[in-house]
């Protein structure tokens, strides 16, 4: 039950392992009808100044239907690089660079990727991670579709990053420090993505329709579905409610960030191909409660310009039913 163990599964390689060996069939055979490399292991010494003497590479080449549990790789490198149909329990990988080409049909579980950010412009599509730790797995203009990131801890993207990820039928769970993204011109970032089961700290998605991906449920009460229609209006009273406050007071407080917010917030517009701006997730509408005031003014601002919100809609839905 549950295989040999990790010693035994390491030990057997002696020091059989090259780039070249991963290229091929395992000497080992198949387990659950992929190459058998669990325990594989590669590390390499680094010189006076802290840099690896050799590093791993991979770079052109194509690794399918291998199973790379208890692996160890330290530094790894690749470029133009393809995984396909291959799993990977708590195995550990030191990244020194990673870009381009793809990973498909994947899944990893209680994995360990260490040093730079794993994937840049990188296309993964149809893998799962489970409990893994990334320095940020969903960053540097990579392109995520079809996959499912299970009871992880995440941070970034973050918008001021040239290289803004894309996420299309993404679903997530777990803890997510700081997320922000911007829309993509085509109009498809977080299409079809579920972010229900994310319990986030800070979530921005810049001149995107967040009615297009699944927010936890506790965040919809901030979701204005009309935005489009409301905004205009919105800001008008945010600028007078601002003017007729004196510094200090919560209500100045509170329209001073939402009409920053706001201002941020269409800077993510692509003028190059407008479109509708569909529903916007309101931040500023938590300040009243992260500050500890006793009156939210914007909610109460919000709703007297017009604005519905998610939870209204679902709502109205029950009562319809």
């Given amino acids: 039950m549950g295989g040999p163990p990790r010693k035994q599964l390491v030990e057997r390689w002696e020091d059989a392992c090259t780039p070249e060996t991963l290229l091929g069939a ?4 198949l387990v659950d009808g992929r190459e058998d490399f669990r325990g594989f292991h590669w590390t390499y010494p680094l010189d006076k100044w802290g840099f690896p003497k050799k590093v791993f590479s991979v770079s052109g080449q194509t690794v399918d239907n291998v199973d790379l549990s208890y692996a160890e790789i330290s530094p790894f490198t690749a470029r133009e690089f393809t995984l396909t149909n291959s799993y990977a329990k708590r195995a550990t990988i030191s990244v020194a660079n990673w870009t381009y080409g793809s990973v498909a049909d994947c899944e990893f579980d209680r994995c360990a990727i ?19 730790k990334f320095p940020e797995v969903f960053a540097w203009g990579a392109r995520y579709d079809n996959c499912q ?13 040239p290289d803004c990820p894309l996420f299309t039928n993404v679903t997530v769970s777990g803890k997510w420090k700081e997320f922000c993204v911007k829309e993509t011109v085509e109009g498809d970032q977080l299409v079809g993505c579920d972010f229900g089961g994310v319990e986030f700290e800070f979530f921005d998605f810049l001149y995107g329709d967040v009615g297009k991906v699944t927010l936890p449920a506790g965040m919809q009460s901030s979701v204005v579905v009309n935005w489009e229609d409301v905004r205009d209006s919105i800001v008008e009273r945010l600028e007078v409610l601002h003017a007729a406050t004196e510094r200090g007071e919560p209500a100045h407080q509170q329209a001073m960030l939402a009409l920053d917010l706001v201002a941020q917030d269409l800077k993510g517009r692509h003028d190059s191909a407008p479109r509708p701006r569909g529903a916007r997730y309101c931040d500023e509408l938590t300040c009243a409660a992260d500050w500890g005031h006793s009156h939210n003014y914007l909610l109460e601002l919000y709703r ?9 809609s679902n709502v109205d839905d029950e009562v319809k039913q």
């Avoid at 990131?149 to 990053?161: E, F, T, Y």
């Avoid at 007297?304 to 209204?312: H, I, L, M, R």
Wanted: proline share 7%.
């Fill in 26 to 29: 395992s000497p080992f055979g």
């Fill in 114 to 132: 260490t040093g730079s950010m794993p994937w840049r412009l990188v296309t993964v599509e149809r893998c799962v991670f489970r409990a893994c």
């Fill in 149 to 161: 990131a299970i009871d992880m801890r995440l941070n970034g993207p973050l918008a001021g990053s």
């Fill in 304 to 312: 007297e310009a017009g604005a519905q919100f998610v939870c209204d």
